[in-house]
């Protein structure tokens, strides 16, 4: 056994004053990573940069009363991207257009697979083993980050060029499927020796499924409903097999976004169109839902969650500085009461401030000032942290 695990806290995760994982990027680490892409800066140099400004977000992070701290995902350029390009297996490549969110659209960056897929010696285990080296000695716990399986799937479905890629290797979904379970586990296992206690799928693939536009965004001409029924299904089944046999003391949760880039959107729609599967049927230990905005339907899915689960309800905006309404968000928090256990919720913000490196469109005092909002009104809720 590890150890550097953390169990002292672990059983509290989530924690009352929660936050999804990403921060803004300091702009010593932006000018770094600028310098190392035209070789400016050397890979062990750039490492020393990323080492030095997450032991300084750590401290912030402790300083704001956060009892889970991550690394920021400073080491990435986007939140999900990064790790399926350290799978073997997958290719980093460049696509004939990014990601169409609401007024703007990413970078072009995609993942193709160029081989059989596994999860063998994956970058993210270093990651982890510098933030548990560093927070040791500290009353905190490590969350980790990582895509969920589905949205890795997602992201091989994108176009039919990345369908015929995977096509090479893999002759139909349970093929495919397996070999990402696989992989999955692998990397977790690894996490998990070298002493990750709790690990956190982000997953768009819900917020995506949720949206009755989806059919179209996958060319898929069948009723909407079955087509939504089907790859929920897919995702689902993709998520379960690898949550199945886990480790008793891992904790696996899950935060389900809409989309989070420049402060834009790309997703709408309640989570009554996928409740059954995600809510109901996924056997993570808690959620962090997203719910900032009326985009994300109302409170009455919660009743699919069942007594054994928390939730923790996105409330907080990440993606502008203004300040919500203390006492309306206290009336939220009441309200989904009426359809999940009180001492079964908790609060952070929607999503991360810095889902992909560019960051939301505000400061990094606004972000600390929204940690500070959410610490507020759990100390005036629950009178405790």
Request: with cysteine; aromatic share 10%; proline share 3%.
């Amino acid at each position: 056994m590890c150890q550097n695990c953390q169990n002292k806290v672990v059983e509290k995760a989530p924690f009352r004053v929660d936050h999804v994982g990403s921060y803004l990027r300091p702009k010593e680490l932006v000018e770094a990573r600028e310098k190392f892409a035209k070789g400016e800066l050397s890979k062990e140099e750039l490492t020393k940069v990323e080492d030095k400004l997450i032991a300084e977000l750590v401290e912030k992070q402790i300083a704001a009363g956060l009892k889970g701290v991550t690394d920021g995902e400073f080491r990435r350029a986007y939140w999900h991207l990064d790790f399926f390009w350290g799978l073997n297996g997958i290719e980093h490549v460049q696509g004939e257009k990014g990601y169409a969110f609401k007024g703007i659209e990413t970078k072009p960056d995609t993942a193709k697979v160029s081989g059989k897929i596994s999860g063998e010696n994956h970058p993210f285990v270093e990651h982890f083993k510098y933030l548990r080296d560093i927070t040791k000695d500290k009353d905190v716990v490590v969350k980790l980050t990582i895509p969920s399986p589905s949205q890795l799937y997602f992201e091989l479905i994108r176009t039919e060029d990345h369908i015929k890629s995977y096509e090479q290797f893999y002759s139909n979904f349970d093929e495919l499927k397996a070999a990402i379970v696989a992989a999955y586990k692998q990397v977790i296992n690894d996490l998990y020796n070298e002493g990750l206690r709790v690990l956190q799928f982000d997953d768009c693939t819900w917020g995506a499924l949720a949206d009755d536009g989806f059919a179209n965004r996958f060319r898929d001409e069948r009723p909407l409903e079955e087509v939504r029924r089907d790859y929920a299904a897919r995702c689902l089944a993709l998520n379960n097999e690898v949550i199945e046999g886990k480790p008793e003391d891992l904790v696996i949760n899950t935060h389900v976004c809409r989309g989070n880039f420049a402060s834009k959107w790309i997703s709408q729609g309640g989570y009554q169109n996928v409740e059954d599967e995600l809510l109901a049927g996924e056997n993570v230990d808690a959620y962090y839902l997203e719910y900032d905005t009326d985009r994300a339907g109302d409170f009455k899915p919660l009743a699919k969650v069942g007594k054994d689960k928390k939730v923790v309800l996105g409330l907080i905006t990440s993606k502008f500085a203004d300040l919500e309404d203390k006492e309306e968000v206290i009336a939220r928090i009441k309200e989904a009461s009426q359809y999940i256990p009180l001492e079964n919720i908790y609060l952070s913000t929607q999503c991360g401030f810095a889902s992909t490196e560019e960051g939301n469109v505000i400061t990094e005092e606004d972000q600390w000032k929204k940690i500070a909002l959410i610490s507020e009104i759990v100390d005036e809720v629950w009178g405790t942290k």
